[in-house]
């Protein structure tokens, strides 16, 4: 079955502070896709990255990067210089293809990044 | 701008009063889903669709049921809902299957007395 653990419930950081959320996935598949999101306190989910299960090259966006290992199935993501702005609960999901079809998003419990100015 | 948008935003309604939060998208997406979000419990999904008139149960869909007429519409139906069905409800949809990012809409909450 997939599964997605995020085991840091909550994180504070001070603002400029690197701050690195984890992500630990499990699944059968050998073709599966990993994702980000961000939900702010105003509660949207905001899309933030996809990776597929070949492409273990990592990727930087600005301040935002993911650091993608199959040989420990993690999908860590670092944010560099933090801001208050990032004050948000992030969500990492894997998604496979199941027999019907159905390629639902299964979410880990998320991280609440705190940034204090 | 592209987006799925949902209404209402919020709602307050008592048991047994039927509701129907909708849903629509402008990108002329072929997966749509809804899932709800509760503390501990995370994002579920209730129901999906993969394409006009495809659906089916994802992995909590006691209590709901859905529709897919047209594809830019995916409503969530709650025929007589219960204290147990408040939650966060999102809408999300995607060009087609696994490989491409959910979208998601600004999210419904629903408070049932």
């Known amino acids: 079955a997939q599964k997605v653990t995020q085991a840091q419930t909550e994180i504070s950081v001070v603002e400029k502070e690197d701050v690195t959320l984890d992500c630990v996935y499990e699944?059968?598949?050998?073709?599966?896709?990993l994702f980000w999101y961000k939900q702010p306190p105003s509660g949207e989910l905001v899309f933030l990255i996809r990776r597929n299960s070949f492409d273990e090259q990592n990727e930087i966006s600005g301040r935002y990067s993911w650091n993608f290992q199959k040989s420990t199935s993690s999908f860590n993501f670092t944010i560099t210089a933090s801001q208050v702005v990032d004050s948000a609960v992030y969500f990492c999901a894997l998604s496979e293809v199941f027999f019907s079809g159905n390629t639902p998003l299964v979410f880990g419990k998320g991280t609440r990044l705190s940034v204090i100015a | 701008e592209a987006q799925v948008t949902q209404n209402p935003r919020y709602l307050i309604t008592v048991t047994g009063k039927k509701l129907t939060v909708t849903c629509s998208q402008n990108m002329n997406h072929e997966y749509m889903s809804w899932y709800r979000q509760d503390p501990g419990l995370g994002l579920r999904q209730i129901y999906y669709?993969?394409?006009?008139?495809?659906?089916d149960k994802g992995d909590v869909p006691e209590g709901y049921k859905v529709s897919r007429k047209e594809k830019r519409n995916f409503p969530l139906i709650l025929e007589s809902p219960s204290p147990n069905q408040t939650s966060l409800y999102f809408c999300a949809s995607s060009l087609t299957g696994h490989r491409y990012e959910q979208y998601f809409g600004p999210g419904t909450r629903l408070t049932v007395t």
């Open positions: 669709s993969m394409n006009v008139e495809v659906t």
């Open positions: 699944t059968r598949d050998t073709t599966y896709y």
